[in-house]
Antibody, heavy 124, light 108 residues
C-alpha cells in the first residue's frame, strides 16, 4: 500500500525559505502513470495546489506561487521536495504531499493518496 | 482560474438522512474532470469521486457523484456516523486545478 510522509521544520521565520520532503513507501516514484504533488491548507481554510513533479524532473506550478516555488525529485531515495522562498504569515498552513493521477490526455488529475500533512507556522 | 463555489456552507442532518452537496464552477469544467474529497479533523483529504461520477476504490456505494458542465453534485444516500466531515470538490480539467471552499456536514 502506497504511503507518503512529509518531513521538515514546523516553524519558519518570516523571509526565510521553507524546505519540506515527502518520502514515498510501498511503491516507486518512477511510475509512468503518476505525478507527485504538494498541496497546502491554511488553518480552518480550503485547499490550494502548489505544484507537481514527474519522476523525470518535469515540473508544473500554480502561477500564484510560481515565482517562489521549486519542487525537485530524488528517485534514488524515492522522495520529492518542496522549497518555498520568502515565507510570510500568509504561508502558515498544513502542507500535504500526494500522488497525482493522470486522466486521458490530462496529465494532472485527482490526488490520491495523501500524506498526513505537516503544519508549518511562520513566526519570528 | 476556475472558481468552484460549494453550497451550502454547512449542512445539518441526522444519521440515515440523505445529503446533497453542490459544486458550481465559474466556467465549464473540461471533460467533467471533477473530483470530490472527504476530510475529517486532523486528517488528510480522502478521494471519494473522480471524473464527476466514478467512485474511488474502497468508497461505500452510498456515495455518488453526478453533474456536468458547471454544476456538480455529491450525494450521500444515507448518512452514517462516520460521514460527518467536510467535503471538497476539485476541478482538474483546466490549469491550474482548483478546489472549492468546502461544505461541512454536521450532526443535527
Amino acid at each position: 500500500q502506497l504511503q507518503l510522509q512529509e518531513s521538515g521544520p514546523g516553524l519558519v521565520k518570516p523571509s526565510e525559505t521553507l524546505s519540506l520532503t515527502c518520502t514515498v513507501s510501498g511503491g516507486s516514484l518512477r511510475s509512468s502513470s503518476y505525478y507527485w504533488a504538494w498541496i497546502r491548507q491554511p488553518p480552518g481554510k480550503g485547499l490550494e495546489w502548489i505544484g507537481t513533479i514527474y519522476y523525470s524532473g518535469k515540473t508544473y506550478y500554480n502561477p500564484s506561487l510560481e515565482s517562489r516555488v521549486t519542487i525537485s525529485v530524488d528517485t534514488s531515495k524515492n522522495e520529492f521536495s518542496l522549497k518555498l522562498l520568502s515565507m510570510t504569515a500568509a504561508d502558515t498552513a498544513v502542507y500535504f504531499c500526494a500522488r497525482q493521477a493522470t486522466a486521458g490526455a490530462r496529465k494532472l488529475a485527482w490526488f490520491d493518496p495523501w500524506g498526513q500533512g505537516t503544519l508549518v507556522t511562520v513566526s519570528s | 482560474d476556475i472558481v468552484l463555489t460549494q453550497s451550502p456552507g454547512t449542512l445539518s442532518l441526522s444519521p440515515g438522512e440523505r445529503a446533497t452537496l453542490s459544486c458550481r464552477a465559474s466556467q465549464s469544467v473540461n471533460s467533467n474532470f471533477l473530483a470530490w474529497f472527504q476530510q475529517k479533523p486532523g486528517q488528510a483529504p480522502r478521494l471519494l469521486i473522480y471524473g464527476a461520477s466514478n467512485t474511488a476504490t474502497g468508497i461505500p456505494a452510498r456515495f455518488s457523484g453526478s453533474g456536468s458542465g458547471t454544476d456538480f453534485t455529491l450525494t450521500i444516500s444515507r448518512l452514517e456516523p462516520e460521514d460527518f466531515a467536510v467535503y471538497y470538490c476539485q476541478q482538474y480539467g483546466n490549469s491550474p486545478g482548483t478546489f472549492g471552499q468546502g461544505t461541512k456536514v454536521e450532526i443535527k
